[in-house]
Nanobody, 120 residues
């Protein structure tokens, strides 16, 4: 079992920055993809950034060039640094982890989410 806890959400002004954290605990997978997702009211959950256990990253076009994803393996934490924020970035942000467990079965876990509001 893996527990994911997001933090760092809050209110930011357009053009501002926020840094979100996703701390993992429990039986950490050795092979994984961690993704940051967001879901605005009335919208579907959107995958916006991923990082693998090898450090490979990928971004949705909507955040490319503005958001970065990084990880601190010593702290089992993944970060999402958001800059040049826009009002349309307002959403609840979730981290999700997926990977094979010790039996080879693919498992997935979600955090509880952290809310980001971009408004002047």
């Amino acid at each position: 079992q893996v527990e994911l806890v997001e933090s760092g959400g809050g209110l930011a002004q357009p053009g501002g920055s926020l840094k979100l954290s996703c701390a993992a605990s429990g039986r950490i997978l050795s092979i994984y993809v961690i993704g940051w997702y967001r879901q605005a009211l009335g919208s579907q959950r959107e995958l916006i950034a991923t990082v693998t256990h090898l450090g490979a990253t990928n971004f949705a076009d909507s955040v490319k060039g503005r958001f970065t994803i990084s990880r601190d393996t010593t702290r089992n934490t993944v970060y999402l640094e958001m800059s040049s924020l826009k009002e349309e970035d307002s959403a609840t942000y979730y981290c999700g982890l997926q990977g094979p467990d010790s039996t080879g079965r693919v498992v997935g876990y979600w955090g509880q989410g952290t809310q980001v509001v971009v408004s002047s």
